[in-house]
């Protein structure tokens, strides 16, 4: 069973969930830096954890392997995603993860007189601002890094459920 990876999995859940949208700086990078860790800490739990517990385990969690390695570079997520952001982060603390603001300005107000006499001025009109949370490189660029990560959590979950089914008896 591949209860160990579970727990981390389950861990990597919770960490994208305070990936909220007032996060910003250091809030956002150090909650990043623990999602993308955590993604990549399950496989390793699934390999020195899980695959230890039999040996049934440990061929079906060999068999696994074999297939995703020998299909690099696909799936994106896990090589694309999962593999490369942890190596980004831990190695070069550089983030393809970016978070910023767009500023919407109010619109442009004229006042205009009439006959002289100015008109009666406009009701004041405040801009607005959103936070915005996007992968700046990489095959998902573009895309809001929180849904990266779930996406990256769905893989896990298959994955783990395969091994499961191939070493159930």
């Keep these: 069973m591949t209860a160990k990876a579970r727990v981390v999995l389950e861990d990597c859940r919770q960490a994208i969930a305070e990936l909220t949208d007032d996060l910003q700086?250091?809030?956002?990078?150090?909650?990043?830096?623990?999602?993308?860790?955590?993604?990549?800490?399950v496989?390793?739990?699934l390999y020195y954890v899980d695959r230890q517990t039999s040996p049934v385990m440990q061929d079906a969690v060999d068999?696994?392997?074999?297939?995703?390695?020998g299909t690099k570079p696909r799936p994106?997520?896990?090589?694309?995603?999962?593999?490369?952001?942890?190596?980004?982060v831990i190695k070069e603390y550089r983030f393809t993860?970016?978070?910023g603001v767009k500023i919407f300005p109010p619109p442009l107000r004229l006042s205009?007189?009439?006959?002289?006499?100015?008109?009666?001025p406009s009701p004041i009109v405040e801009g607005r601002a959103e936070f915005v949370y996007e992968m700046g490189s990489g095959p998902f660029s573009g895309r809001d890094p929180?849904?990266?990560a779930r996406e990256a959590v769905d893989w896990w979950q298959e994955y783990l459920d395969a091994i499961d089914a191939a070493a159930s008896p």
């Design 25 to 41: 700086g250091a809030e956002w990078r150090l909650r990043w830096v623990t999602v993308v860790t955590l993604l990549r800490a």
């Design 146 to 148: 929180r849904a990266v």
């Design 63 to 69: 068999q696994a392997w074999s297939h995703v390695s």
């Design 43 to 45: 496989g390793h739990v």
């Design 97 to 99: 993860a970016g978070q």
């Design 112 to 120: 205009a007189t009439f006959a002289g006499r100015p008109s009666l």
């Design 76 to 88: 994106e997520i896990l090589w694309g995603f999962i593999d490369e952001d942890r190596h980004a």
